[in-house]
């Protein structure tokens, strides 16, 4: 990701819409499945600059690994709870059943991550049993536009690839959902009409068109503690490592 990119996520992830949202959305989800014991450590894996997942360090001493430096440096700056590392989710460097949860959050669609899976059977490696694994990613495969090429995506998921990698990775998918669907038919037309940009959605309708975005995002979130989506602009996979 460019230098530029994690400036503009570290100065949005307070006002953005979208980073408020899936702090709420990934507490709903995570927060009953955390661990309370003394000791527990987790891992935030290419968190960048913390901003969807600072509020894991609430619960347990939480490292957050990523490759860029500034992104890193900027971490220590506005989260200094967090214990941060360089390094790359295609080698990290930590023991067999280190962490009581790991969260991953729209890494695995990056280009500099060529086997997703192979980094989610690293997750569930470097996961103790009964602990959790949280992976979040873009969804809907035929959405591709301008912000991911801006982001160095690759790739965007479906929730059955999102749920086969973690089984494949010997996990128990507790949670399989779309999220922001609202979202996926203005992402549609703009695919169509934009094809290319020289900026991400960071930089887009912070606000969510005067907080209608968060409003929807609020219903829907409603919506998932009843039932899973079975697609979103987003997908999102809690799975748990067997405990035997």
Not at 40 to 68: M, R
Not at 74 to 92: F, G, K, Q, V
Not at 98 to 108: G, K, M, N, P, R
Request: include cysteine; hydrophobic fraction near 45%; aromatic fraction near 8%.
């Amino acid at each position: 990701m460019e230098a530029d990119e994690y400036r503009r996520m570290a100065a949005a992830e307070e006002s953005h819409w979208w980073y408020r949202n899936t702090r709420v959305l990934l507490r709903q989800l995570v927060e009953p499945l955390l661990s309370h014991d003394v000791g527990a450590l987790q891992l935030d894996a290419a968190g960048g600059t913390g901003a969807t997942g600072a509020w894991l360090s609430e619960h347990a001493t939480t490292v957050l690994a990523d490759y860029e430096p500034l992104a890193l440096e900027i971490t220590r700056e506005t989260h200094p709870r967090y214990l941060p590392i360089r390094a790359d989710l295609n080698s990290l460097p930590f023991s067999a059943g280190a962490f009581s949860a790991i969260v991953c959050v729209t890494a695995l669609y990056h280009r500099m991550n060529p086997d997703p899976g192979a980094v989610v059977a690293g997750f569930a490696r470097l996961t103790r049993p009964g602990g959790i694994v949280v992976l979040m990613e873009p969804g809907g495969k035929r959405l591709w536009r301008g912000h991911d090429e801006v982001t160095h995506g690759a790739r965007r998921f479906s929730l059955d690839e999102m749920r086969t990698m973690a089984i494949d990775a010997g996990l128990e998918v507790v949670v399989a959902t779309g999220a922001y669907s609202f979202l996926v038919p203005p992402a549609f037309v703009m695919g169509r009409l934009e094809r290319t940009s020289d900026k991400s959605d960071v930089d887009r309708n912070q606000s969510g068109l005067g907080g209608l975005f968060g409003r929807l995002a609020a219903i829907e979130r409603r919506l998932i503690r009843r039932r899973p989506l079975p697609f979103g602009l987003s997908v999102i996979v809690v799975a748990r490592k067997p405990a035997a």
